[in-house]
């Protein structure tokens, strides 16, 4: 049987349409935790997508045989709106979103709900999917559409479903699929009947349209200094030629191969287990720096629907900040840090403490700096009242990440990555992230909903808040010990 969630990873690769069919096990753990996102963000939409059906009934109950059984009902007692209709027919298995008849045509309108903001190819895959199973299960299909969220909605108050979702139709768009959809689906009975795991190469199929699942599994034999991970990355016409010749270890790629100057120093770190700095080229870029340093760095929550008023869909919204300062060289370092704690819009006290914190002299240090640019110029527009101040800080921001970025300092064990968990581990061992209950942003920010959540338990909230705290304190102090650690070349 290929189910309609079976049949969207051949996208990937019909590795992946394999492995996920038979090998879940080898699913790593965060793969568990992307889809739990991914389907809570679904699940947020859902409710507000039905509500534009009013009358619909939901085809859920128990087991799948009693949801094809309560499909077939509600068809048969003319139901005119079906909430995940399940049907499956010869070696189909399909369960859409909203069944909409459309007495006119006499057949049924297909509405399929997605949390994201824009349609992909993969949404006009899914539905050709959904005809091919619907009609082949005896019901005619009329239109085929996508509901998604509304970019350009700002939440005030009560969400109202018509202006947060929008309805397109991609009837023709999905006709023009029908026929190769229908090839794909031959296919991919193929491929579920092997009995061994396909083999395919990793190209970039493995990372669009989204990272694969099953990545670690399919890389577990690579050696641990690998063409796909070359700084500067390779197109995949040089890969297939590495590959060709049997090439993986970054080592044995050929010196005349590499063109682009951040892969050739990559190469050359790995060939010859050297450490590649230009001291003049770091000494320039730090003497760009201005003391007071403040060392900054946001953690955010972003959400489907926004949470709070004045917010667009997936909008990043700053919860927390952690702020080290050093007065002048070799002085006494100073923490500061602010982490809000109550379900209510955090900008505006998180703005004001800030703005006592921060001179109008000195340096902003901030790694990947364009994101907390960006959320500083939000702030701005959103409260007019800070808008000179994020603006100045703006204006005296420094990124240490374009001193790894423009290849100054190039290390084998950065894995051709210049993001401060890859420096870090290199350039200060002694810190660390292993140790903390946070590990990532991702994570952070899910933390922090739960613990503004009026329902989580205060022994909940408080571990949260402590683990946030030391999560965002070490985004910072791992930049002021790689600045030490620069400063000292
Ligand atoms: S990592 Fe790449 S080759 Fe492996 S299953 Fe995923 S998409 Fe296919």
Known sequence: MLTKSDFLKHTQCYRYLWLYKYRKDLLPKEADLNLQKLFSEGYEVEPYAYKLFPGGVSAMAGE?????????????????????????????????DILSFNTKAKAWDIYEIKSAVSVKGINIIDLAFQKICY???GLPINKLHLIFVNKEFVRDGEV??????????????VKELISQVNLDIKSAHKILDLKEE??????????????????????????????????????????NLLLDQGILDIKDIPDDFL?????IKHHQAVKHNKVYIEPDNIKA?????????????????SSAIPIFDGYRPYQQIPFQYSLHVLVKPNGKLEHYAYLAKDWSDPVPELAKTLKKQIGNKGSVLAWFASFEKGRNKEIAKHYPLFADFFEDIN????DPIMIFKNGYYVHKDFHGSASLKSVLPVLVPKLSYKELNIQEGGSASESWRKMIDPKTQAKEKKQIYDDLLKYCQLDTLAMVEILKVLQKL
Not at 259 to 263: A, D, F, P, Q
Not at 395 to 398: D, E, K, Q
Request: include cysteine.
């Open 135 to 137: 009609e082949s299960a």
């Open 285 to 301: 870029d730090l003497s760009q720096l201005e003391y007071p340093l403040y060392f900054f760095d946001y953690e955010t929550y």
């Open 395 to 398: 204006n005296r921001m420094f």
């Open 160 to 173: 109202d479903p018509k202006k947060l979702l929008k309805v397109e139709d991609l009837t023709d768009q």
């Open 198 to 239: 396909p083999q395919i190469r990793i190209l970039k199929q493995c990372s669009k349209p989204y990272p694969c699942d099953f990545s670690d599994y399919c890389q577990r034999d690579w050696p641990e200094h690998n063409i796909y991970n070359i700084a500067g990355g390779l197109s995949e016409k040089k890969l």
């Open 259 to 263: 063109t682009n100057h951040k892969s």
């Open 64 to 96: 799948i045989k009693e949801q094809i059984t309560l499909t077939k009902k509600l068809i048969k007692d003319g139901v005119k709106t079906i909430f995940q209709p399940t049907v499956t027919s010869y070696k189909l298995f399909c369960r859409g």
